[in-house]
């Protein structure tokens, strides 16, 4: 459900407010992976849903200048998601863990565009993230976590067919119910919950530049050409223990790099 306000002689007013809800259902069968010792395979198969609803209230201020366009963006979002376990026994939550996750962030949005070239994009948002685990999870322990983002992206159209950009990102990601709550690893036989996780972190760079033509082989068609080269240095990356018994199910990785094009 969405309501929109948007008055023709106010470029400083664009506000919407949406409220949703959503439910994605998982059947997990025959459950298979390499033979461990630990567990009888049937535990694994799992029925569970995520229940989520959520509320965004945001607004735009457009300013116009001869040779500039700005859309500064800006809002505040809520939602709620439960994550529920069909088959609702201490094995099944153990592999499928329950759980509540509560979520209050704050964002805000910038894109100048200038003589149709240049186009500057920038932005930045702020969660605080609350997660309590379901009935049948091993602890009553529940979680508190801050996360940040912020990326700053340029795009230049050099000529009509040639355009270069690039872009630089900060990313907190927050651990979710399963990383927090699953109290049995496949195959290494971890079986303690890992309420004591920190975010994982990436610091993302890229740079590219595209090419495009029209009527190259016939009239009216078009054909384009990307390329992009990349590099994310993610730090306290979230990972499944390789460790035993009496370990957290999840560790947090120091350091992990991935580089592309």
Known sequence: ????????????????????????????????????????????????????VGLRAQNTASFFGETFENYLTFGAEYYLQDRITLRASPDNAAFQPEGTTKVFGIFAQNEFILNDRLTILGGARLDFQTTAPGPLVPTTVETE???????????????????????????????????????????TGADLVSTDQTPEVSRNFELGASLSADNVFSSGDEV???????????????????LGAGNPTRVNIDEVSFTGL
């Open 1 to 52: 459900v969405k309501y929109a306000y948007n008055p023709a002689d106010n470029d400083l007013v664009d506000f919407e407010v949406q409220l949703s809800y959503g439910e994605a259902s998982n059947f997990v069968e025959n459950y298979t992976f390499t033979p461990s010792p630990f567990f009888d395979l049937s535990v694994f198969d799992a029925d569970y849903i995520y229940e989520g």
């Open 224 to 242: 384009q050409i990307k390329g992009t080269v990349f590099q994310n240095n993610v730090s306290d990356l979230i990972a499944v223990s390789s």
């Open 145 to 187: 976590e801050t996360g940040a983002a912020a990326t700053l992206a340029l795009h230049y159209q050099v000529t009509d067919t040639l355009a270069v950009f690039g872009s630089v990102s900060h990313t907190d990601r927050l651990p979710t119910v399963d990383e927090i709550y699953n109290s049995r690893a496949p195959v």
